[in-house]
């Protein structure tokens, strides 16, 4: 049996794309090992879905770059002394690496020369993060050394996995060679999202019309201008609500936004809601809201919940951002303004009034997001790993029409 190890610094359970990834793995009779970190009390080991987990206990208490750098060099020696330790009695044949940092890659420096091929899967681009979260100039010793960090980890990778076509456009710019990388995108378990999955209760059941949003509540996600659009909006809207789902630093401040908006009734700020209910929160909502900020990193965006959306049969209002529109188009999503909040109102009150646009833009995304599904991924995922492992590819290969929307390797 073949063994691979991944190593994310995040919390396991909740990470989408690596879940995705190693029950892949493991459904297709790897060996999984997955490294990560701790979530507050929880085991030091486990099983989960045929994957065993090892943890390592660090707070994520992010925030300053002091933090960031103490945390990710903690991970990165536990991770090179685990992935090792492990390499001597399992050699890995392959070793997923997950940004963000980049530097991660080198955890497994020396299994690397013990024969394993390693796979650095950006989640991120990093410069462009810092660029987004602390303001930061293109032109800062900062950002220019973590783009020379950045190349230095694509370069040490045997392969390089991206989440979308603009971002992988922007590091072939930056010397990543095209043949050594292949897009894997954020795309939804349609088995988990599919319409038609029992419903959770939600709101007080007088609702004919809902929006919701769901995952984490900071502000590059926009939900303050989802509360002041539907602020402007909720008098052509009779019996409309907008559900927000999650937690998050900006928890406090939607509330108090939408006590002043006086709206308390229509706005229901739901909290966090576990991942085996959001599909059933999915099938009551009548629109997804995704009003996504703008800015270095935010126009590269592909959010794991539109997918979500798209698969739960939903309509979307969302942002006109770079990465989205490569993939879509106005008849498949409704797009709005970042910036503007009048607009995202007008878009609430256009899907509010008229079923069958919401019906068309439905159908319609269905259609172009048919290249880019999770089956296509995860077959495209597991050819990759089975070519650096040494063994012929057996799997079915994505549509032709993929190669218009996703490059193909």
């Known amino acids: ?37 701790r979530t507050g009390d929880g085991p030091a080991n486990f099983e989960l879905n045929g994957v065993h987990v090892e943890t390592m206990a660090l707070g994520k208490q992010r925030g300053s770059l002091l933090r960031y750098t103490y945390e990710y060099g903690a991970f990165l020696f536990w991770a090179f002394a685990r992935v090792h330790s492990n390499m001597r009695r399992k050699r890995y044949a392959v070793i997923d690496v997950n940004t963000l940092p980049d530097f991660l890659i080198f955890a497994p420096l020396f299994a690397r020369r013990m024969g394993a091929k390693l796979v650095l899967d950006m989640h991120e681009i990093t410069p462009e993060f810092y660029r987004s979260k602390y303001g930061m100039n293109e032109q800062s010793w900062i950002v220019r050394t973590l783009t020379v960090l950045e190349k230095l980890s694509f370069d040490f990778a045997d392969h390089v996995l991206t989440i979308n076509q603009p971002i992988l456009d ?31 209760p939600a709101g007080d059941g007088t609702a004919t019309f809902a929006m919701i949003y769901h995952g984490t509540l900071t502000k590059i996600y ?30 406090g401040a939607l509330a108090e936004l939408t006590k002043a908006r006086g709206l308390e009734s229509k706005v229901k700020l739901v909290g966090q809601v576990p991942g085996s209910q959001i599909p059933g929160w999915l099938a009551r909502a009548d629109v997804g809201v995704l009003p996504i900020r703008r800015d270095p990193l935010l126009d590269f965006a592909f959010p794991n919940k539109l997918p979500e959306y798209i698969v739960s049969g939903k309509a979307v209002i969302i942002s006109r951002l770079g990465a989205i529109q490569h993939y879509f188009s106005d008849r498949a999503v409704a797009y709005a303004s970042p910036t503007d909040i009048n607009d995202l109102a007008a878009q609430m009150i256009r899907l509010y009034r008229d079923p069958e646009l919401r019906r068309s833009l439905v159908r319609q995304a269905a259609e172009e997001y048919a290249p880019i599904t999770w089956d296509v991924m995860k077959a495209r995922y597991l050819n990759l ?23 193909a390797r």
């Open 385 to 407: 790993m089975d070519e650096l492992s040494g063994v012929p590819q057996t799997r079915a290969v994505e549509p032709a029409s993929a190669g218009s929307h996703v490059a």
């Open 222 to 251: 926009g939900l303050d201008r989802a509360i002041e659009a539907f602020a402007l909006a909720e008098r052509d809207m009779p019996g409309a609500e907008l559900w927000i789902l999650g937690s998050g630093t900006e928890s």
């Open 1 to 37: 049996m073949k063994s691979v190890c991944l190593i994310v610094q995040n919390h396991y359970e909740f990470d989408p794309r690596v879940r995705r990834k190693a029950e892949a793995l493991a459904g297709a009779g790897w060996d999984v090992d997955v490294l990560a970190l």
């Open 170 to 200: 922007l590091l072939v710019a930056r010397g990543l060679p095209a043949s050594k990388a292949t897009i894997i995108m954020n795309s939804a378990d349609g088995a988990r999202f599919a319409p038609g999955t029992p419903a959770t």
